[in-house]
Each structure stands twice: as C-alpha cells, then as structure tokens.
C-alpha cells in the first residue's frame, strides 16, 4: 500500500512457510523473496491441535535465506527454546500469552538474546491479557483465526481487536508493529490494514495456485 498522509504506516508483508512446498525450500523463499519477512509456524501438538514442524526447518531456512525470521511459537512454555530458536536463526521471536505464566519472562529472555520481541493471544482471550507487556514488545500479533492450520477463515471481530490494539499502542507511542495472521487474503487485505495492522500473515493466499511470487503480487495489488 502506498503510504499517504492519512496512512503513514508502510505495511509489511510476511508469507507463512506453513503452506508452502517444502520439497522446494529454497525455491519457495526465493519466490518470497521481494517479501519483507517469512513467518515461520512452530506447532507442538499440545498448545494447538497440530504439530508443524521446528528448529532444522528454520535452521534450513535461514542458510537459504536472508529474509527477516519471523517466528511464532505456538508451543506451550515457550521460554524452554528461546535460545535454541534464536540460535537457529530467528530474527524476531512471538509468544502466545496462553502459553506461559511468564510471558513478561519470555519477552525480556528474547530481548536478551539480541531479538525482537513478539507477544500474541488466541481469539477467544481478552484483548487485556496482552496490555501489561505492550510498553515491552517490538510486535504485536493478532491471531484473526483459531492458531493450528493454514486456510482457515478469517474471524470477522478480529478487525475491532486491530481497532483496539492500534490504538493502545498509539496511546503509548509505541513503534511495536501490529500484525494479523490467519485468513488474511487479498479480499480483506485492505479493511485489515485501515484497522491499523502494519504487518500482514498470509500463507494460503500467497502459496496457492500460480506459485507464492504471484500470491504476493495479488496481495500487493489489493493493498494499493
Ligand atoms: C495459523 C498460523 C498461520 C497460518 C496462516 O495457526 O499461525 O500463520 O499459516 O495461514 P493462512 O494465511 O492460510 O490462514
Ligand atoms: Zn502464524
């Protein structure tokens, strides 16, 4: 989206690895490459309903790749692999609030390995679990699906939560990036951003059919 007055925020876009072909990697974060980030989804199969998969993924992609590792750990306890996340190669960390008793913990542990600091929250968990750590975090993500698989559709009152959330951060003067994930596609791209999200997920919608550099191409033309 080209930023203007009334919008200065230039939005990120950040394609989800989880739907895409991982027989080609490589080829895949080639294909993204003129995207900003590569949203890298960790599931354990005891947080959320699926497992995905974990360090080696990331590690391959980091040596593939000088995109921004944006990973989300859907893992209960994050705080146990922040290390070994960061170590294989992630450039910003996200936690979900469900998932851990600490997560003012988690965020500090991450800054502390030299990393940018994300918190999330489920659809279902009250916008107020995250205010006492926005002060503290570079990002901020709203889940617009239930957190597990790829391809789900978007919940609509997601859009009155980026309203809130948006304009919490702006109470504080925070830089934190808001980014939505789940059923973000090129039909609501726009009303997601004008919601004030500045970081889009997108990982059906990209990696569908015509191949991700097209994906992002249909994204980027509904955002402008
Ligand atoms: C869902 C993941 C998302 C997922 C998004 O649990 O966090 O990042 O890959 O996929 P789409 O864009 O297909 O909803
Ligand atoms: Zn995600």
């Not at 989880?18 to 993204?32: K, N, P, Y």
Request: with cysteine.
């Amino acid at each position: 989206m080209t930023p203007d007055a009334s919008d200065p925020r230039p939005v990120k876009l950040a394609p989800s690895l989880l739907s895409c072909d991982f027989t080609h990697l490589g080829d895949e974060l080639r294909a993204i490459q003129s995207a900003d980030w590569a949203h890298v989804d960790v599931m354990d199969g005891a947080f959320v309903p699926n497992i995905s998969f974990g360090l080696p993924i990331l590690a391959a992609a980091r040596r593939a790749s000088n995109l921004f590792m944006d990973v989300h750990l859907m893992i209960d306890r994050p705080e146990r692999y922040l290390r070994d996340f960061a170590d294989a190669g992630a450039d910003g960390i996200t936690v979900h609030v469900e998932a851990t008793p600490h997560v003012h913990r988690a965020v500090q542990q991450i800054r502390e390995l030299g990393k940018k600091a994300g918190v999330t929250l489920n659809p279902g968990t009250p916008l107020e679990a995250v205010r006492p750590v926005l002060a503290d975090v570079d990002l901020v993500l709203v889940m617009s699906v239930n957190p597990g698989f790829g391809g789900q559709k978007f919940i609509p009152q997601s859009l009155e939560r980026i309203r809130t959330l948006r304009r919490w951060l702006d109470e504080l003067g925070s830089p934190a990036e808001l980014q939505v994930d789940g059923g973000v596609s090129p039909t609501n791209a726009r009303a997601v951003v004008h919601a004030g999200a500045s970081v889009l997920v997108a990982g059906s919608s990209v990696f569908g059919q015509g191949g991700a550099a097209a994906g992002l191409e249909r994204l980027r033309e509904a955002l402008k």
